[in-house]
């Protein structure tokens, strides 16, 4: 017997497993992990005749293949890179919506397998850091995946230590906090905004806490996003003010690539409204694989990173890659983000002592996911597939909107959840 929710937890172990190395040695391993999981979504649909279910992720697909349509009308760039980049847009999607729907369970073994891994990935990292010279000619890992690393094997960690009661015994919440403190070596503006907001819904928030105007939850709350702003702000100047603009050399001056992007980014929203500028066109790997006609339009195609001889920096944030999609586009990835939280709102207003951990889960999945947006491509790699994950493992344990018969009752099919 098939048993998908096996499929899917092994999937994610493998993946986690390999986190580390999927910078170089294994590349494909977030790519295997999604199209595994996809898989496993469209062998429910077609032997348990689930296709309800995944109206979401069917949703998604088909918006995803009107964009493809759209963007060969664009003609920033040819069909082949358009569907390149409309699969790689997808991958972000896929194990949220098929966790959610297969709903996977965890057994003992399972939670210890991952608890294991969480602690060998970050004896790893440090390993690795303290040898620079083999990491950067055996694993070339930049010093921030040092803190993304630490920080979704401190996620995976605390899930897999939560008991039936919702508890997390003293000794797990000293190892997640570690694991916290660790990835502060990264030196990263964005980890340490990460690691206040960690610090903070793990030892100070309480359920509830936010009823009701009291004085003391406000001046906490504005105390937690002063601290959040104070170690990012450098940082935020960067990425949206200045760049490389307070440099002594004038020529340099001129060359600073990420604000280049948000700014130009800004721009298409306008001019190709309200459907954006189409897959592969800005922004994105793509694009950059077969340079885009787009940046010549925009005359950025000089700037330093975002030449076509030299087009690193092009995919180098995930925000300015959302003018692809338009006005049209940036609502719909909101809307999105909005739904896939609402589950572990409703776990924590159905029990709030059981679920605050889960609740705390997905509010940093989701904060690890927006923060490190803002330069990098996280949701597209291997550390983002996961934030993912989990974020759909804790909706999965929230109760249905409306009834769905569970495919583990229909004894006559041949692949069940679970037994």
């Known amino acids: 017997m098939i048993r998908l929710d096996k499929i899917c937890i092994w999937t994610l172990i493998v ?55 759209y963007s060969t009308f664009k003609g920033f760039n040819t069909l082949p890179y358009i569907v390149m980049d409309a699969i790689i847009e997808l991958k972000p999607f896929v194990p ?13 073994t399972e939670r210890r397998v991952l608890k294991g891994i969480a602690i060998v990935n970050i004896i790893t990292v440090l390993v690795l850091y303290a040898m620079p010279a083999f990491r950067k000619f055996t694993l070339q890992l930049h010093l921030m995946f040092l803190g993304t690393t630490c920080f979704i094997s401190m996620l995976v960690y605390l899930y897999s230590s939560i008991d039936e009661q919702g508890h997390v015994s003293p000794a797990d919440m000293v190892a997640v906090l570690v694991m916290l403190v660790v990835g502060l070596g990264c030196a990263r503006a964005k980890y340490y905004g990460e690691a206040v907001l960690a610090i903070f819904f793990l030892l100070l928030y309480r359920p509830g806490m936010s009823r ?40 340099v001056a001129e060359t600073f690539a990420r604000p280049v992007l948000y700014a130009t980014s800004g721009l298409i929203l306008l001019d190709h409204f309200p459907l954006g500028s189409g897959l592969a066109s800005f922004a994105s790997y793509a694009s950059s694989a077969h340079y885009s006609s787009l940046y010549y339009e925009y005359g950025i195609n000089n700037i330093y990173g975002l030449s076509e001889s030299y087009p690193d920096f092009i995919c180098d944030a995930f925000y300015p890659s959302l003018a692809q999609f338009g006005v049209v586009g940036v609502v719909l990835f909101i809307t999105f983000l909005v739904w896939a939280f609402r589950p572990a ?36 790699q291997t550390w983002g597939l996961l934030a993912m994950a989990i974020m759909g493992l804790v909706a999965a344990q929230a109760p249905a909107t409306r009834a769905v018969q569970p495919s583990s009752v229909q004894l006559n099919h041949l692949i069940t959840y679970r037994t």
């Open 15 to 69: 993946c986690f497993a390999g986190m580390i190395w999927s910078g170089s040695l294994v590349k494909p391993i977030d790519e295997m992990a999604c199209y595994t999981l996809l898989a496993v979504g469209l062998m429910d649909c077609i032997v348990n005749h689930r296709w309800r279910a995944y109206l979401p992720l069917l949703l998604v697909i088909a918006i995803m293949a009107g964009y493809v349509v």
């Open 96 to 108: 949220f919506m098929v966790i959610l729907v297969i709903k996977p369970q965890l057994n003992l």
């Open 212 to 251: 009701g105007v009291k004085p003391g939850h406000w001046l906490l709350s504005l105390m937690v996003l002063v601290a959040v702003g104070m170690v990012s702000w450098n940082k935020f100047s960067y990425y949206f003010l200045t760049g490389n603009g307070d440099t002594i050399d004038p020529t």
């Open 345 to 380: 709102t409703r776990l924590l207003r159905l029990d709030p002592q059981r679920h605050r951990y889960h609740y705390v889960i997905a509010a940093l999945a989701m904060c690890f996911i927006l923060i490190e947006s803002v330069a990098s491509t996280m949701p597209m």
